[in-house]
């Protein structure tokens, strides 16, 4: 009996000790896991942590308690992540991770310059941090902006209470999922003010960005004629509120050595043949207002690979980024193989 108390007295010190050790091969699938499970870490740390926007992490020595006071209170303009992007056994992991790597003779470069002509909330949007992770454009923030339309304000609650904020912000879109890739800011840190100029960069320069996106229904279907793909042409943003996107155009790459042998859905114009031999089936939509959809059917003479597969992209005329020029088209990921 006495054995079986002290087995279980210490068990909760043996699992620290584990968790304490860590393991560094899961530290290192932590690291390189991509979206939707993906706190995006190597953004700013670098892609072996060899430091970039943020300090290097390679060789230093931390340990578990040292990686969990900095993700759970930074103290520079990191935000917080809190349990549900990372537990202590993945602190573990990740310092068993960085002990294993070579500490690097300097600190990588930003991912992303500021450039020379930058304006003010793009030079802010870079230098505290929102654009080495979302890209100079910001494009997934202007997305989901364009979504609701909204003011500061609710901006400004995405970004400072986002593991709160963004499941009821996805649920008022009817998106599903409560994978959450970016902590909470501190007010502190990043202030109003700063948040302000790359809030107004975002919706009177850039402009915010009708939420269209390409779904695929599944695995091609094999038939007679050939395998027949279908597609959802979605605008994703809150019905009566969200942006409408006008003359869209849906492109799909059709992979090499195979033909179009049917396709369905409004606006379709056929296909044709760049001078890089890429053959591309277009489809033309007068507009796509929030929560409007079309379905397009494209029959394939064979199937795409791994490697050369059906996929694409949608672009719009209208709205257009105010500061001119064009932006960049929302891309439509590999059909299931």
Same mark, same amino acid.
Request: aromatic share 8%; charged share 15%.
């Given at each position: 009996?006495k054995k079986?108390?002290f087995? /279980?007295?210490?068990? #909760?010190f043996t699992?620290?000790?584990?968790?304490?050790?860590?393991?560094?091969?899961a530290?290192?699938a932590?690291?390189?896991?991509?979206?939707?499970?993906?706190?995006a870490?190597?953004?700013c740390h670098? &892609?072996n942590?060899?430091?970039s926007?943020?300090?290097?992490?390679?060789g *230093?020595?931390?340990?578990?308690?040292?990686?969990?006071?900095?993700v759970?209170?930074?103290?520079?303009?990191?935000?917080?992540?809190?349990?549900?992007?990372?537990?202590?056994?993945?602190?573990?992991d990740l310092?068993a +991770?960085?002990?294993? /790597?070579?500490?690097?003779?300097?600190?990588?470069?930003?991912?992303?310059?500021v450039p020379a002509n930058?304006?003010?909330?793009?030079?802010?949007?870079?230098?505290v941090?929102?654009?080495?992770?979302?890209g100079?454009?910001?494009?997934?923030? *202007?997305?989901n902006m364009?979504?609701?339309? !909204?003011?500061?304000?609710?901006?400004?609650?995405?970004? +400072?209470n986002?593991?709160?904020a963004m499941?009821?912000? *996805?649920?008022s /879109?009817?998106q599903a999922?409560t994978?959450?890739?970016?902590? &909470?800011?501190?007010r502190?840190?990043?202030?109003?003010?700063?948040l302000?100029?790359?809030?107004?960069?975002?919706r009177?320069?850039?402009?915010?960005r $009708?939420?269209?996106a390409?779904?695929?229904a599944?695995?091609?279907?094999?038939?007679?004629q050939g395998?027949?793909?279908?597609?959802?042409?979605a605008?994703?943003?809150l019905?009566?509120?969200? /942006?409408?996107?006008?003359?869209?155009?849906v492109?799909?790459?059709?992979?090499?050595?195979?033909?179009?042998?049917?396709?369905t859905?409004?606006g379709y114009?056929?296909?044709?043949?760049?001078?890089?031999?890429?053959?591309?089936?277009?489809?033309?939509?007068?507009?796509?207002?929030?929560?409007?959809? !079309?379905?397009i059917?494209?029959?394939?003479?064979k199937?795409?690979t791994?490697?050369?597969?059906?996929?694409g992209?949608?672009?719009? !005329?209208k $709205?257009?980024?105010?500061?001119?020029?064009?932006?960049?088209?929302?891309?439509?990921?590999g059909a #299931?193989l």
């Amino acid at each position: 009996m006495k054995k079986v108390l002290f087995a /279980l007295l210490a068990l #909760p010190f043996t699992q620290t000790i584990a968790a304490a050790q860590g393991d560094a091969a899961a530290g290192k699938a932590y690291w390189d896991r991509e979206a939707p499970r993906a706190t995006a870490c190597r953004n700013c740390h670098g &892609n072996n942590g060899e430091g970039s926007f943020g300090p290097d992490l390679a060789g *230093r020595g931390l340990n578990t308690a040292q990686v969990m006071r900095a993700v759970r209170e930074p103290w520079g303009i990191m935000p917080a992540f809190v349990e549900s992007q990372l537990s202590e056994k993945d602190a573990a992991d990740l310092a068993a +991770y960085f002990a294993s /790597l070579q500490k690097p003779a300097a600190p990588g470069k930003w991912r992303f310059e500021v450039p020379a002509n930058a304006s003010p909330g793009q030079r802010t949007a870079l230098t505290v941090g929102c654009a080495q992770c979302h890209g100079p454009t910001m494009n997934g923030p *202007r997305n989901n902006m364009g979504a609701v339309n !909204e003011n500061f304000a609710y901006f400004a609650n995405l970004v +400072y209470n986002h593991t709160t904020a963004m499941t009821p912000h *996805r649920a008022s /879109l009817g998106q599903a999922g409560t994978n959450l890739d970016m902590g &909470n800011y501190n007010r502190d840190r990043v202030t109003n003010g700063q948040l302000n100029q790359v809030f107004f960069w975002l919706r009177d320069e850039l402009g915010f960005r $009708p939420p269209l996106a390409g779904g695929w229904a599944g695995k091609g279907e094999q038939g007679a004629q050939g395998i027949t793909y279908t597609l959802n042409v979605a605008n994703n943003g809150l019905k009566d509120k969200g /942006l409408t996107g006008e003359n869209v155009t849906v492109t799909l790459i059709i992979p090499k050595d195979a033909t179009v042998v049917a396709a369905t859905g409004t606006g379709y114009q056929g296909t044709s043949t760049a001078n890089n031999n890429t053959t591309t089936a277009t489809w033309k939509l007068a507009k796509l207002a929030a929560k409007d959809s !079309e379905r397009i059917t494209i029959t394939l003479s064979k199937a795409g690979t791994q490697a050369d597969n059906l996929r694409g992209n949608i672009r719009w !005329e209208k $709205p257009s980024p105010k500061a001119g020029g064009t932006d960049a088209p929302q891309a439509i990921n590999g059909a #299931p193989l």
